[in-house]
T-cell receptor, first 117, second 114 residues
Framework: AQKITQTQPGMFVQEKEAVTLDCTYD???????LFWYKQPSSGEMIFLIY????DQQNATEGRYSLNFQKARKSANLVISASQLGDSAMYFC??????????????WGLGTSLGVNP | NAGVMQNPRHLVRRRGQEARLRCSPV?????VYWYRQLPEEGLKFMVY????????ESGMPKERFSAEFPKEGPSILRIQQVVRGDSAAYFC????????????FGNGTRLTVT
């Protein structure tokens, strides 16, 4: 079963507007972490933001925030005031912390975001 | 602080040759991961190593592929007798292995098999 689901293969947003990228996950591990990464056309993977399953507050990093709804198992990324440089692929990933030696990141298929001027 | 260094950035090999991809993790990171990415696709896990040990190689083909992370020196992903289907971007990532720690990625090696 898919553990990380990103339902939006591609989307566009107008410059300076906010955009939400969806991510739902599936795990029975009570301790897990959720990560968002950005991959611009140049190819590098850039870490954006982290949310722990026990964190009381939603994570924020500058223009990035995570809308974490634990009961719904969703961890949507919100980008405020979109910029042209935000055009990229965005990946959601999860790590199950009680998976012992198997604590690797599990990745979604990504969402391609285009920002229109 | 240097990030994850991968080299070469681009590698062209003819079918049947060997490809060696190198990865120097962030200083102090003892956990290394290799991922493969095909065009328009997400990352596919290949192998997870800690110093001198392979922890999980469930994503790596059993034949022609091998990985190591020696006590001294970079991690190496080795592909023997390359075929056209091996053409992809190969990413290395490292982490200190603690909870909450993200993976830090290198810029990837783009392998083209002709």
């Amino acid at each position: 079963a898919q553990k990380i689901t990103q339902t939006q293969p591609g989307m566009f947003v107008q410059e300076k507007e906010a955009v939400t990228l969806d991510c739902t996950y599936d795990t029975s591990d009570p301790s897990y972490g959720l990560f968002w990464y950005k991959q611009p056309s140049s190819g590098e993977m850039i870490f954006l933001i982290y949310q722990g399953s026990y964190d009381q507050q939603n994570a924020t990093e500058g223009r990035y925030s995570l809308n974490f709804q634990k009961a719904r198992k969703s961890a949507n990324l919100v980008i405020s005031a979109s910029q042209l440089g935000d055009s990229a692929m965005y990946f959601c990933a999860m790590r199950e912390e009680n998976a012992g030696n198997n604590r690797k990141l599990i990745w979604g298929l990504g969402t391609s975001l285009g920002v229109n001027p | 602080n240097a990030g994850v260094m991968q080299n070469p950035r681009h590698l062209v090999r003819r079918r049947g040759q060997e490809a060696r991809l190198r990865c120097s993790p962030v200083k102090g990171h003892s956990h290394v991961y290799w991922y493969r990415q095909l065009p328009e696709e997400g990352l596919k896990f290949m192998v997870y190593l800690q110093k001198e040990n392979i922890i999980d190689e469930s994503g790596m083909p059993k034949e022609r592929f091998s990985a190591e992370f020696p006590k001294e020196g970079p991690s190496i992903l080795r592909i023997q007798q390359v075929v056209r289907g091996d053409s992809a971007a190969y990413f290395c990532a490292s982490s200190p292995g603690t909870a909450r720690s993200p993976l830090h990625f290198g810029n990837g090696t783009r392998l083209t098999v002709t």
